[in-house]
């Protein structure tokens, strides 16, 4: 599996970015896609993931009831829609996928459990 995000730049607080990923290769049902973020001398941060199959979406605290993960079967791809952005949200951006999460099991929240990752962009948000 191939990851290659993109949608980055620059926007002011308040303002709207549209993050998308799209996958080449085998794409099963069970995997899932999430988003991660990372800034400068910190850990990779959960911000949100979609079970390929189902549609079932997740997210981390800090982007709840802003950021809307969605994806399209046809396309491969995962899209991260962020809405109301703030200077906090600045970080680089990664999407991966779990090849490896047994079905009934919760979403995984470690990146440690992602298998494959995309390159990274960059999202800057100025006060």
């Known amino acids: 599996v191939q990851l290659q995000a993109s949608g980055g730049g620059l926007v002011q607080a308040g303002g709207s970015l549209r993050l998308s990923c799209v996958a080449s290769g085998y794409i099963s049902s069970k995997y899932v896609m999430g988003w991660f973020r990372q800034t400068p001398g910190k850990e990779r941060e959960f911000v949100a993931a979609i079970t390929w199959g189902g549609g079932s979406a997740y997210y981390g605290d800090s982007v709840k009831g802003r950021f809307t993960i969605s994806r399209d079967n046809v396309k491969k791809t995962v899209y991260l829609q962020m809405n109301d952005l703030k200077p906090e949200d600045t970080a680089v951006y990664y999407c991966?996928?779990?090849?490896?999460?047994?079905?009934?099991?919760?979403?995984?929240?470690?990146?440690?459990?992602?298998?494959?990752w995309g390159q990274g962009t960059l999202v800057t948000v100025s006060s």
């Open positions: 991966g996928v779990d090849v490896r999460k047994i079905t009934s099991a919760p979403i995984r929240l470690q990146p440690r459990m992602y298998d494959y």
